[in-house]
């Protein structure tokens, strides 16, 4: 819907912003969000990134995760590099999500200094039984292999989920299985003033 009204540089500006203070009140805590390519190529936006980053400390910048959808990247791979090398230089961690949702080329993987890539939870889903899946998921570890990114599972329901992932080189995950969604505090309720972002 943002991305329909022009709006995603003004969306992310406002993200990136509560998501420094939210620094603030967890600094145990790292803390990945989403962002627009459409964002991150305007070369307003990138200055604005840059000297938003270097205002924070380096130790919460370096708690700070950058997701971005892997078909985005993918179509803009050489528009990503520049900016992508400035947020990694400030010590910003980058994720590639939404891997393997479209088959795309895994030329990015070896271009653009990712920390993260993270699998499809569609890709995931029930993968002890789904060979074809299993093929996609040990192809894109091996398209990481000699470079920093790790391949993790998003939306893992199962002990047998995960028992496959594994043995297919992933090196994490996140999901049900380890630990079902809870709110954040049972006292507070999500839009309360408690933490004024």
């Known amino acids: 819907m943002v991305l329909q009204f022009g709006l995603s540089e003004e969306y992310d500006r406002v993200q990136i912003s509560r998501l ?3 620094l603030g009140y967890w600094p145990d805590e ?3 969000m989403q962002l627009t390519v459409e964002s991150l190529i305007r070369p307003r936006f990138q200055r604005w990134l840059r000297d938003t980053l270097m205002q924070c400390e380096k130790s919460q910048r370096n708690r700070i995760i950058i997701e971005l959808a892997e078909a985005d990247v993918c179509q803009h791979i050489s528009r990503l ?3 992508l090398r400035l947020v990694n230089a400030l ?3 980058v994720a590639v999500t939404q891997a393997g949702l479209t088959l795309v080329s895994t030329s990015w993987i070896k271009a653009l200094n990712v920390e993260l890539l993270k699998l499809h939870p569609s890709l995931v889903r029930n993968i002890e039984k789904r060979t074809e899946n299993q093929l996609l998921v040990q192809s894109l570890v091996e398209a990481c292999a000699g470079t920093p990114t790790q391949v993790y599972a998003t939306g893992v329901r199962s002990r ?3 028992q496959t992932l594994t043995k297919r ?3 994490g995950g996140q999901g049900d299985f380890f630990a079902s969604s809870q709110l954040l505090d049972t006292n507070v309720k ?3 003033q408690r933490y004024s972002v």
Request: cysteine-free; charged content about 15%.
């Open 81 to 83: 590099q520049p900016i």
């Open 160 to 162: 047998g989920e995960w």
């Open 91 to 93: 010590g910003v961690r």
């Open 30 to 32: 790292n803390l990945a």
């Open 169 to 171: 080189g992933v090196a």
């Open 190 to 192: 999500k839009y309360s």
């Open 20 to 22: 420094i203070t939210l």
